[in-house]
């Protein structure tokens, strides 16, 4: 039984670079969400999914952030031109809605680095 | 909005019991959720509780939840070192198709 993936798990980048993050839902779960965690804070919601549908986004998504689901299975976050504040753990979430909690389940998260 | 409290640290002796505290704002929560995560790790599930139960327990787990005073609680009995972390409580504010709602976590340290 395979859980969330996420690759890469470290990633260190100049500003101003584009990154892309890609994350691996449990096979059988159709929403997938993103979170950003910074140093002392719980996780905050990005955006998530269901199937390849872009249901909702976050405040915090500006427009250098952008996701994509284009097949309902993996999903990719890109971040444009980083910036230093764009350092985090970026996590990657799965649920199913055939679970009556909808109980999400988390990946290792990649961590950015933006120097 | 919705808004989940917790205190941020919490010191206990090997083999006492810990309890973590968590408050949360939106009283249209369905289900609390109880995460671990361990250094540099992502988030593993523990526990959760629907808004209709007052109690759940699980093993070393036990999960009180006071719907009046929107005061959720865990307890670990016979605390490990092996339980050293930060613990994330968690909300739902609607019932399906909603994002996670966090609090800062509560850094739990176990002395042997």
């Known amino acids: 039984d395979t859980g969330v993936s996420q690759n890469p798990r470290h990633k260190i980048t100049k500003r101003g670079q584009n990154v892309t993050f890609r994350c691996d839902p449990i096979?059988?779960?159709?929403?997938l969400y993103w979170y950003r965690q910074t140093l002392g804070q719980g996780p905050e919601f990005l955006t998530y999914f269901q199937n390849e549908a872009q249901l909702e986004k976050s405040r915090l998504l500006s427009d250098r952030f952008s996701a994509e689901r284009p097949k309902g299975s993996f999903s990719t976050l890109e971040i444009q031109r980083t910036e230093q504040g764009d350092s985090a753990m970026y996590l990657c979430a799965s649920s199913s809605d055939s679970d009556r909690a909808e109980t999400q389940y988390f990946g290792p998260g990649t961590r950015l680095l933006v120097l | 909005g919705e808004d989940v409290e917790q205190s941020l640290f919490l010191s206990v002796r090997e083999g006492d019991s810990s309890v973590i505290n968590c408050t949360y704002t939106d009283s249209s929560s369905t289900y609390l959720y109880w995460y671990k995560q361990e250094p540099g790790a992502g988030l593993q599930l523990l526990t959760y509780?629907?808004?209709?139960?007052d109690m759940k327990q699980d093993q070393r787990l036990t999960v009180l939840l006071n719907k009046k005073d929107k005061h959720l609680s865990l307890r670990i009995a016979d605390t490990q070192t092996g339980d050293s972390a930060i613990y994330f409580c968690?909300?739902?504010?609607?019932?399906?198709?909603?994002?996670?709602?966090f609090g800062k976590g509560t850094r739990l340290s176990v002395i042997a």
């Open positions: 968690a909300e739902t504010p609607d019932s399906g198709n909603t994002p996670l709602v």
């Open positions: 096979s059988e779960h159709n929403r």
């Open positions: 509780i629907f808004s209709n139960m």
